[in-house]
Protein backbone atom coordinates (compact mmCIF):
# COMPACT_ATOMS: atom_id res chain seq x y z
CA UNK A 1 0.00 0.00 0.00
CA UNK A 2 1.56 3.37 -0.80
CA UNK A 3 1.44 6.50 1.67
CA UNK A 4 -0.90 6.63 4.78
CA UNK A 5 -4.70 5.44 4.60
CA UNK A 6 -6.46 7.50 6.27
CA UNK A 7 -9.57 6.65 8.38
CA UNK A 8 -13.28 7.41 8.49
CA UNK A 9 -14.72 6.90 11.55
CA UNK A 10 -17.73 7.99 13.16
CA UNK A 11 -18.05 8.71 17.39
CA UNK A 12 -20.99 9.12 18.85
CA UNK A 13 -20.15 11.65 21.12
CA UNK A 14 -23.39 11.52 23.26
CA UNK A 15 -22.58 7.51 24.17
CA UNK A 16 -18.94 8.73 24.65
CA UNK A 17 -19.31 11.84 26.46
CA UNK A 18 -21.79 9.65 28.64
CA UNK A 19 -19.06 7.34 29.17
CA UNK A 20 -16.80 10.20 30.42
CA UNK A 21 -19.15 11.74 32.80
CA UNK A 22 -19.03 8.57 34.76
CA UNK A 23 -15.00 8.66 34.70
CA UNK A 24 -14.20 11.80 36.14
CA UNK A 25 -10.80 11.44 34.55
CA UNK A 26 -12.40 11.95 31.23
CA UNK A 27 -9.67 9.69 29.42
CA UNK A 28 -10.25 10.85 26.16
CA UNK A 29 -10.32 14.33 26.52
CA UNK A 30 -6.73 16.01 26.40
CA UNK A 31 -4.90 12.73 25.22
CA UNK A 32 -6.58 13.44 21.50
CA UNK A 33 -6.47 16.21 18.74
CA UNK A 34 -9.54 17.29 19.11
CA UNK A 35 -10.76 20.21 16.54
CA UNK A 36 -13.41 22.25 16.42
CA UNK A 37 -14.12 23.67 13.45
CA UNK A 38 -17.30 26.13 14.09
CA UNK A 39 -16.83 29.56 13.87
CA UNK A 40 -14.87 31.89 16.24
CA UNK A 41 -18.67 33.42 17.52
CA UNK A 42 -19.67 29.65 18.02
CA UNK A 43 -16.50 28.24 20.06
CA UNK A 44 -16.39 31.50 22.31
CA UNK A 45 -19.75 30.10 23.34
CA UNK A 46 -18.69 27.37 24.82
CA UNK A 47 -15.96 24.56 24.07
CA UNK A 48 -14.35 21.90 25.39
CA UNK A 49 -10.84 23.07 26.67
CA UNK A 50 -8.73 20.76 24.82
CA UNK A 51 -10.11 21.97 21.73
CA UNK A 52 -8.34 23.94 19.03
CA UNK A 53 -10.43 25.77 16.94
CA UNK A 54 -9.93 26.00 13.41
CA UNK A 55 -12.75 26.99 11.18
CA UNK A 56 -14.01 24.43 8.71
CA UNK A 57 -13.39 27.57 5.74
CA UNK A 58 -9.58 27.42 7.07
CA UNK A 59 -8.99 24.08 7.58
CA UNK A 60 -10.19 22.86 3.83
CA UNK A 61 -8.60 25.33 2.29
CA UNK A 62 -5.55 24.42 3.68
CA UNK A 63 -5.56 21.13 5.48
CA UNK A 64 -1.46 20.72 5.16
CA UNK A 65 -1.47 24.26 7.41
CA UNK A 66 -3.16 22.81 10.68
CA UNK A 67 -2.65 18.99 9.85
CA UNK A 68 -0.12 16.42 9.94
CA UNK A 69 -1.19 13.46 8.09
CA UNK A 70 1.03 10.59 10.19
CA UNK A 71 -1.30 12.54 13.57
CA UNK A 72 -4.89 11.28 14.24
CA UNK A 73 -7.66 14.46 14.62
CA UNK A 74 -11.18 13.83 16.10
CA UNK A 75 -13.24 16.56 14.26
CA UNK A 76 -16.16 18.49 15.63
CA UNK A 77 -19.08 21.06 15.21
CA UNK A 78 -22.06 21.86 16.76
CA UNK A 79 -24.14 18.87 15.68
CA UNK A 80 -22.26 16.66 13.67
CA UNK A 81 -23.21 17.49 9.96
CA UNK A 82 -20.37 20.03 9.39
CA UNK A 83 -17.44 17.64 11.06
CA UNK A 84 -18.72 14.78 8.74
CA UNK A 85 -18.66 16.07 5.52
CA UNK A 86 -15.00 17.71 6.66
CA UNK A 87 -13.85 14.65 7.65
CA UNK A 88 -15.11 12.85 4.56
CA UNK A 89 -12.46 15.61 2.21
CA UNK A 90 -10.03 15.39 4.83
CA UNK A 91 -9.57 11.38 4.75
CA UNK A 92 -9.67 12.02 0.88
CA UNK A 93 -6.52 14.29 0.76
CA UNK A 94 -4.99 11.25 2.79
CA UNK A 95 -5.41 12.52 6.78
CA UNK A 96 -6.79 10.10 9.68
CA UNK A 97 -9.87 11.73 10.85
CA UNK A 98 -12.68 10.94 13.48
CA UNK A 99 -16.00 12.94 13.03
CA UNK A 100 -17.31 13.49 16.71
CA UNK A 101 -20.88 12.52 16.00
CA UNK A 102 -24.08 14.96 17.18
CA UNK A 103 -21.05 17.47 18.06
CA UNK A 104 -21.38 19.96 21.01
CA UNK A 105 -25.02 19.91 20.99
CA UNK A 106 -25.00 16.66 22.65
CA UNK A 107 -22.34 17.12 24.59
CA UNK A 108 -22.90 17.61 28.40
CA UNK A 109 -19.80 17.99 30.39
CA UNK A 110 -17.82 21.14 31.38
CA UNK A 111 -17.11 23.88 28.83
CA UNK A 112 -14.93 26.38 29.00
CA UNK A 113 -16.57 29.89 27.76
Known amino acids: MAGPIAKLLEVSLFREWK ?8 NLIGKVELIDIR ?3 EYKSGSIKTAK ?3 MGNLLADPNKYLIKEKTYYIMCQSGARSG ?9 G ?9 MGSYSGKKRK
Do not use: S
Open 19 to 26: KFQRNRHC
Open 39 to 41: EPY
Open 53 to 55: NIP
Open 85 to 93: RTTKKLAKQ
Open 95 to 103: FTVINVAGG
